[in-house]
Every structure is written in structure tokens, then in C-alpha cells.
């Protein structure tokens, strides 16, 4: 059966001991009740800028529709250092759709906190993935159970922007365990097993 995950052929764990050489960075916007200051998004910025000298990992990044114009830009001054944003995707170029080749490329993910979404591709991808918080922020109960769920299970972690730094980001690393199969590829072949010839690699 042909592979269906986005995500690594093998799941790697990193820390102190292993720290990625490509990185992405899902970035989104304000979605009420969390809310980014001006000042959070610098501090987000400076983060990935601190991780690419210390560790020398690049980053691939990402914008969304919610991403304020001014931050979209702020990132494409600093792509224009190599060293920090191997390949930085314009939301308002590129479109939707693009998150495929920052999963099949990247080896952690970090993520703002504003997209269920963009957590729960990255997570089923395989990845480590760090939600980054601002300091305004709330979910809803079900929401709030949702997260939970995934903390629990150690499939993520969440930093709040204001303490990120590298020694950070390698702790919550450590701590996270990717899954181990992509909840797709345990359907398919659910599926496969049960409409083989629907399923085949033939068709």
C-alpha cells in the first residue's frame, strides 16, 4: 500500500541531544480571545533568529489568512537571512494549501496557538510540535478539553511567547512523544483490509 503521511518515514525524538536542522513555523493571527501584540510577534521573530545561531537550525515559515499584514512583512525582511528562514510561504502569494511541503520537510513544528487546525495537521503529521501562547489567551471548554487531550498524550507542548528561548524549546522537545502512526494511515488500512478492491495499489 502506498504511503499516505505527510509527516517522517521515522519518527525521531529531539532535545539536548538532537536538535533539528529544519524547522517550521506555522504562523497565524488574532482569534478572540487570544490576541498578539505587536511586541510578542518581534519577541517570536527574535526567537527563531536565537535557535538558527545556537543550534544552527533553519526554519521554514509560514503565514495564514489571520496574519496581520505588518508581521507577513517584518518576516520577509528577516527571510531575506538565509542562515535564519531557509524558505518563507506568503500566505497572501501562495494561497492555502501549502502546509503539505512544510510537514514533508521539517522536523519540529512550531505553531501559533490561534489554529486548531494547524496544531492538529502538524500533530497527526508525526511531528514535535510547540504551541506558542500570547499573553491574551482563553479557550472555550470544549476547546480547552481538546488541547488537553493533546498535552496529555504528550504529542505536544505549549510555551507561552514571553519565556521562549532555546534552552526552552529543547526541554519541551524532550518531553514531547510524536505519535507513532498517522491516525490516516490507520484508517486507510482499516479500510483497505475491509474494500481491498477500492483500496489497491492498482488504481
Not at 538532537?18 to 521573530?45: D, K, T, V
Not at 505553531?111 to 506558542?132: K, N, Q, Y
Not at 507513532?180 to 477500492?198: G, H, M, S, V, Y
Amino acid at each position: 500500500m502506498r504511503r499516505r503521511s505527510a509527516g517522517p518515514r521515522y519518527v525521531l525524538r529531539y532535545g539536548a541531544d538532537r536538535r533539528p536542522l529544519l524547522a517550521g513555523l506555522l504562523i497565524g493571527g488574532n482569534a478572540y480571545p487570544l490576541r498578539y501584540r505587536r511586541y510578542e510577534w518581534e519577541r517570536l521573530l527574535g526567537f527563531i533568529t536565537d535557535i538558527a545561531k545556537a543550534w544552527g537550525t533553519r526554519w521554514l515559515v509560514s503565514t495564514s489568512r489571520r496574519t496581520p499584514n505588518y508581521v507577513a512583512d517584518m518576516i520577509a525582511a528577516l527571510a531575506k537571512d538565509e542562515s535564519v528562514i531557509a524558505r518563507f510561504i506568503d500566505f497572501r502569494t501562495a494561497g492555502p494549501g501549502t502546509l503539505p511541503e512544510i510537514f514533508a520537510k521539517a522536523e519540529i513544528i512550531v505553531c501559533t496557538e490561534d489554529s486548531t487546525t494547524m496544531i492538529s495537521e502538524a500533530v497527526s503529521a508525526r511531528l514535535p510540535v510547540l504551541g506558542v501562547r500570547p499573553a491574551a489567551h482563553g479557550f472555550n471548554d470544549e476547546e480547552q478539553a481538546y488541547r488537553d487531550f493533546l498535552l496529555s498524550n504528550n504529542w505536544c507542548r505549549v510555551l507561552p511567547i514571553a519565556e521562549l528561548s532555546p534552552e526552552a524549546l529543547s526541554c519541551a522537545l524532550a518531553e514531547i512523544k510524536p505519535l507513532e502512526e498517522n491516525p490516516l494511515d490507520i484508517l486507510a488500512a482499516k479500510l483497505k483490509d475491509r474494500l481491498p478492491q477500492l483500496l489497491s495499489d492498482g488504481d
